[in-house]
T-cell receptor, first 109, second 115 residues
Framework: SQQGEEDPQALSIQEGENATMNCSYK?????LQWYRQNSGRGLVHLIL???NEREKHSGRLRVTLDTSKKSSSLLITASRAADTASYFC?????????WGAGTKLIIKP | EAGVVQSPRYKIIEKKQPVAFWCNPI?????LYWYLQNLGQGPELLIR????????DSQLPKDRFSAERLKGVDSTLKIQPAELGDSAVYLC?????????????FGPGTRLTVT
């Protein structure tokens, strides 16, 4: 069963705009990770945020975590064509990562 | 630093045939994972190794799937016999430590098509 669920399933925006995708999960977590997958580079780790953290930044990426709402969001600012990919959140459960189905992001030129 | 290496990248076989996938993790990574990914879905864990020990194989269909990690380095995942429903991408990943506090590094995957 999938612990995390991303929303929306698909998102199409113009280059330069910001993209926000959300992840909701069911049970308490120790940490949450975001990954990106595209055909060129496969699955790549983006950010890990721990349950006692509320926000983390990495370049143009900002991740927030609200443990009271059991949700996380990934914001990509000033999107580029290279950001076109599927984005997955993965939460921990019984020492393994449980993955959502991902948000498919398309950046239009 | 070399990444996770997987071979073959693509494999097409007929149902009931055997197939094997190979993975070489990043040097020094003691934890190795095999995942299955269906189209439009996230990865699903099949088995996790800590060194040469399979510490979580609860989701591995043991009637037809087997895996080994001799000497705690590279690993092989086998399916015998393959079924049509096994068509998917098989991903190998490694990490520096156990548990979910470590980022996982993924290989390019093996796309299996069973006809």
């Amino acid at each position: 069963s999938q612990q995390g669920e991303e929303d929306p399933q698909a998102l199409s925006i113009q280059e330069g705009e910001n993209a926000t995708m959300n992840c909701s999960y069911k049970t308490s977590i120790n940490n949450l990770q975001w990954y990106r997958q595209n055909s060129g580079r496969g699955l790549v780790h983006l950010i890990l945020i721990r349950s006692n953290e509320r926000e983390k930044h990495s370049g143009r990426l900002r991740v927030t975590l609200d443990t009271s709402k059991k949700s996380s969001s990934l914001l990509i600012t000033a999107s580029r064509a290279a950001d076109t990919a599927s984005y997955f959140c993965a939460t921990d459960s019984n020492y393994q990562l449980i993955w959502g189905a991902g948000t498919k992001l398309i950046i239009k030129p | 630093e070399a990444g996770v290496v997987q071979s073959p990248r693509y494999k097409i076989i007929e149902k009931k045939q055997p197939v094997a996938f190979w993975c070489n993790p990043i040097s020094g990574h003691n934890t190795l994972y095999w995942y299955l990914q269906n189209l439009g879905q996230g990865p699903e864990l099949l088995i996790r190794y800590e060194n040469e020990e399979a510490v979580d194989d609860s989701q591995l269909p043991k009637d037809r799937f087997s895996a080994e990690r001799l000497k705690g380095v590279d690993s092989t995942l086998k399916i015998q016999p393959a079924e049509l429903g096994d068509s998917a991408v098989y991903l190998c990943a490694s990490s520096t430590g156990p548990g979910t506090s470590y980022e996982q590094y993924f290989g390019p995957g093996t796309r299996l098509t069973v006809t």
